[in-house]
Each structure stands twice: as C-alpha cells, then as structure tokens.
C-alpha cells in the first residue's frame, strides 16, 4: 500500500505546484461565480484564496476529487501500484498505448517517484512561505 500512496501523493502534488504556480501568471477571464458577481480576477492567488471561494465551489471541488480517487484512479491488487487500469500510462488518462519496454517503463516510474517526492517538498515549501510571510510570489520575483 505504501508505494501505492506515494505515487498518489506524488501525482496530486505535482498537479498542487503547477496550480500554485500557474495563477501568479493567468487567470481564466470571466466570473468564478456569476451569482455573488465573482470574477476569477477577483480571487488572490496562495492561501488567501480559501476564504474568497464560496462553499459551493468547494463541495464541487470534494465531489471531483472522489470521483477521480474512486473511479478512475481505483487501486487493482493484481497490478502494479500507480498502475490505474482507466488511468492510462503513468496516471494520464487516455495516454498513447500499452508501455511494452519493461525498462523504459521502469525508468519512467523511477522519474515520476523522483520527481513527485520533489513535488511534495515544493508544495510545502511554498504553502510555509505564504502562510509566514503572506505571499509567495516573491519566489518568482514578481
């Protein structure tokens, strides 16, 4: 169970840096929430952004994650962990073909290990900044 969770962990945090990291640079135009007049601009990035989403965004978001971790993502004992029979190769749905190079598909999980751990110190690195200084945008000098 544990190499299977490290992958988990490894591929929500990859995709937890790249949300942080993305909204310093773009944001999606339009409302957010078009009935409390919302605008996506209108949310800061980092941490303060927990408050400024309504409660109802956030129960899409719990409801998306579930259906994700339990339907796509669905733990199969009878294959390798990480290896999600809908998640296509490496975790990405609809990726191209089966992988039939064992040592090619043996570096490539190796890498996404190495590089989700990697992903995991960055989140929390850059959640401490925020929450102690506030703003995390000076680590990409804006």
């Known amino acids: 169970r544990r190499p299977e969770v490290e992958i988990k962990h490894g591929r929500v945090a990859m995709f937890a840096t790249m949300g942080y990291i993305v909204p310093e640079y773009f944001k999606f135009p339009g409302y957010l929430s078009p009935s409390l007049g919302l605008k996506f601009a209108d949310v800061p990035n980092g941490l303060a952004a927990i408050s400024k989403v309504p409660g109802l965004g956030w129960a899409q978001w719990f409801i998306f994650c579930g259906l994700v ?10 294959r390798a962990p990480g290896d999600y029979a809908n998640g296509g190769i490496l975790g990405v749905p609809n990726a191209s073909g089966p992988m039939s190079d064992e040592e ?4 490539k999980l190796n890498s996404e290990l190495a590089n989700g751990r990697l992903a995991m110190v960055a989140i929390m690195g850059m959640l401490f ?3 102690t200084m506030g703003d995390a945008s ?5």
């Open 138 to 142: 000076s680590m990409w000098g804006l």
């Open 129 to 131: 900044q925020n929450g």
């Open 104 to 107: 090619g598909r043996k570096k």
């Open 69 to 78: 971790d339990f339907g796509l993502y669905r733990a199969d004992p009878a």
